[in-house]
């Protein structure tokens, strides 16, 4: 639980964080500010809500869906979740029928771009999903990602026909 110096101090920090970006979100155009909620207790990522924040990421599938039936059961109904980490492809089905699920920011294979496109038609029938690819720019191997031109070409492509 958190002490109520805890508290003021995360909300203070939060406010001067959001204000900041305000003001160089000003001079740059739109861009949105994804608090990564990793490690963090649920009642800091309700204090971030209720002070304004919208946009959550989450890097594990099982912390995802718990926060965000946290937030649902609560009513907060217009947060937006990013999902960030690595995404192995059996785990997209129970990643899509997330509430509020806006973006998946790591598909990093044509496998599962593919399996993205097979599947979100059965559980995102009322909203969009964003997703971003996710390219390799180094050689060290615990780093996942499309490798080279060529496979960001052939998932391009694959995108465009559909």
Do not use: C
Request: proline fraction near 1%; charged fraction near 30%.
């Amino acid at each position: 639980m958190m002490s109520a110096d805890s508290s003021k101090s995360s909300e203070n920090r939060l406010k001067v964080l959001t204000q900041n970006f305000e003001r160089i979100n000003a001079h740059i155009g739109k861009a949105e500010l994804v608090a990564v909620t990793k490690y963090s207790p649920l009642e800091d990522l309700f204090l971030a809500y209720e002070i304004g924040h919208r946009n959550f990421g989450e890097n594990r599938v099982k912390d995802l869906e718990v926060k965000a039936k946290a937030f649902h059961d609560k009513g907060f109904h217009d947060v937006r979740w990013h999902f960030i980490g690595n995404l192995q492809s059996n785990k997209l089905n129970q990643l899509l029928k997330i509430k509020n699920l806006y973006s998946i920011h790591s598909v990093d294979s044509l496998k599962l771009l593919e399996k993205l496109y097979e599947k979100a038609p059965q559980f995102l029938k009322d909203r969009d999903l964003l997703f971003f690819l996710q390219v390799k720019t180094s050689n060290e191997e615990e780093k996942s990602g499309f490798n080279s031109k060529d496979e960001v070409y052939k998932a391009l492509n694959f995108i465009k026909e559909r």
